[in-house]
């Protein structure tokens, strides 16, 4: 599910008339900035099961969903699948235990 949302929201377009409203280059830009961060904070999770990394990790997922949510209005998908499926991987994020 989480994998199918990075899709959809990281390689959405925009028309050209909502480029002038944030949904340029400017936008895939930033969103795989964050998934460069959910990349790493997966790695050091893996590589060291640790509470600081399953933070990192949480941390990392939440700020590229949140991220995400900036640029809701610039994908062709269904707005209504894309506000579930991010509530939905803000749920699974937040039952993730770190006491590790």
Wanted: net charge negative.
């Amino acid at each position: 599910m989480i994998i199918s949302l990075l899709g959809l929201l990281l390689f959405s377009s925009c028309s050209k008339n909502k480029e002038t409203q944030g949904c340029g280059l400017f936008n895939t830009m930033e969103l795989s900035a964050r998934l460069t961060e959910v990349g790493d904070a997966s790695s050091a999770l893996s590589e060291e099961e640790t509470a600081a990394n399953c933070t990192r990790y949480k941390n990392a997922w939440s700020a590229y969903l949140d991220t995400a949510e900036k640029f809701l209005d610039c994908s062709f998908v269904d707005r209504a699948d894309l506000d579930k499926n991010i509530a939905e991987a803000k749920a699974a994020i937040a039952q993730e235990d770190c006491n590790l």
